[in-house]
C-alpha cells in the first residue's frame, strides 16, 4: 500500500458518486473523473469558501459536478462547461440523481464560447474549476480573472500532467500551456496560489480582493 491508497482507503464508501464511475465505464468512455479524494476535496473546498456560484470547465459524467454540488451554500449554483452533448446529457443524468438537478445549469460546446457569452450576460463566480483541455488553461484562467468576484478561487486539475510538466523533454503544446497556467497561479500579482503535489497535481488559487 502506498500513501495514496491509504488515504483513499479511509475514505467511506460513496454509492452515488460509484454510481457515477459505472455509468461511465457503461459508455465505454475513459473515466478520467477526479479520485475520490480529491473530489472530497472540491466539496470541503466550496463548503470552506461559502461559494454560491461555482464554475466548471469539463464536466465529463459529472463526477466532479456532484462534489462541487455538494458543497454548494443555499441557493448555490453550479454552471458547467463542456464540450460534448452526449457527455452532458450523461452527467445530468448522473448529477439529477444525485439530488442536484435543479442547481447545476449545463452549456454545451467550446468552452472559450460559453465563457465569452458567460461574461457578456454579466455573470461571475466565486468558484472555478478548471478541468479541461490543457492547451486552454491559460485562456481558461485569463477568463477566470475576468468572471471572478473578488476573493473568488480557482483550482485547476492535472497541473502535473502526469509529470511531463517538469520534465523538459516534453514540449508540446499543451504542456507548455500548463507550465504557463501553474506559473501564473503562483506568480501572478492578482493572485495568491498553491501547487500541491498531490494527485496529478492541484493548483489552487484565491483572487486578491481588488483585482
Ligand atoms: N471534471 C470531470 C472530468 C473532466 S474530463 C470530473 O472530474 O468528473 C475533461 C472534459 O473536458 C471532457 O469531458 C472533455 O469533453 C471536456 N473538454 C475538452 N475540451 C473542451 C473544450 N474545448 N471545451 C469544453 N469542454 C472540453
Ligand atoms: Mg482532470
Not at 111 to 135: C, H, N, T, V
Request: with cysteine; charged share 25%.
Amino acid at each position: 500500500m502506498d500513501e495514496k491508497q491509504y488515504a483513499e482507503s479511509l475514505l467511506p464508501v460513496d454509492p452515488q458518486l460509484e454510481q457515477v464511475r459505472t455509468s461511465i465505464r457503461d459508455q465505454q468512455m475513459h473515466d478520467i473523473s477526479v479520485p475520490a479524494g480529491y473530489g472530497k476535496l472540491l466539496t470541503l473546498l466550496v463548503r470552506m469558501t461559502g461559494a454560491k456560484a461555482v464554475l466548471e470547465i469539463g464536466a465529463l459524467g459529472g463526477y466532479s459536478g456532484i462534489c462541487l454540488a455538494r458543497g454548494l451554500a443555499d441557493g448555490g449554483r453550479l454552471t458547467s462547461l463542456e464540450l460534448r452533448e452526449d457527455y452532458i446529457q450523461l452527467a445530468k443524468n448522473n448529477v439529477s440523481r444525485a439530488g442536484f438537478g435543479e442547481c447545476v445549469e449545463y452549456r454545451a460546446g467550446e468552452a472559450l464560447e460559453s465563457l465569452k457569452q458567460l461574461y457578456a450576460e454579466g455573470r461571475r463566480f466565486d468558484f472555478f474549476f478548471i478541468d479541461a483541455d490543457k492547451g486552454n488553461y491559460p485562456n481558461y484562467l485569463d477568463w477566470a480573472l475576468k468572471l471572478a468576484l473578488p476573493g473568488a478561487v480557482i483550482a485547476g486539475d492535472n497541473a502535473f500532467m502526469k509529470g511531463k510538466v517538469y520534465q523538459d523533454q516534453y514540449e508540446g503544446n499543451s504542456v507548455k500551456a500548463m507550465r504557463t497556467f501553474n506559473q501564473r497561479m503562483l506568480n501572478d500579482e492578482r493572485l495568491e496560489g498553491v501547487l500541491l503535489p498531490a494527485y496529478d497535481g492541484l493548483a489552487v488559487a484565491r483572487v486578491k480582493a481588488g483585482s
